[in-house]
């Protein structure tokens, strides 16, 4: 009997914007790192923190994956993603991760 499984993990990302002077620069970097993580990764991205400041950013990121080596590595190109803003500096990377079995 083979079991279906979900690797899943939820991320938290702690990002400084050092040269953002207005909610508008912030919020370009934020949908480019958004659309990023989205459209080239398939992850679940809401913002959860920061809003309140031009300089911050708090993102909950969601993965789920067929394969705990697919869910590494879509986990291992969040940073450097992230990274190629050279606006954007990761000052935390917090990952909590799982496996959800299937009953057939």
Do not use: N
């Amino acid at each position: 009997m083979q079991q279906d499984r979900v690797h899943h993990a939820v991320a938290l990302l702690e990002l400084h914007v050092p040269g953002a002077t207005s909610r508008k620069d912030r919020r370009a970097h934020l949908q480019r790192l958004r659309r990023g993580l989205i459209d080239d990764l398939g992850c679940s991205v809401a913002e959860v923190g920061g809003q309140e400041t031009w300089q911050r950013i708090v993102l909950g990121i969601a993965v789920a994956e067929s394969s705990a080596s697919g869910l590494d590595r879509v986990l291992e190109r969040i940073v450097p993603m992230a990274e190629r803003d050279p606006g954007l500096v990761v000052t935390r990377l917090e990952v909590h991760r799982d496996t959800l079995d299937g009953d057939d």
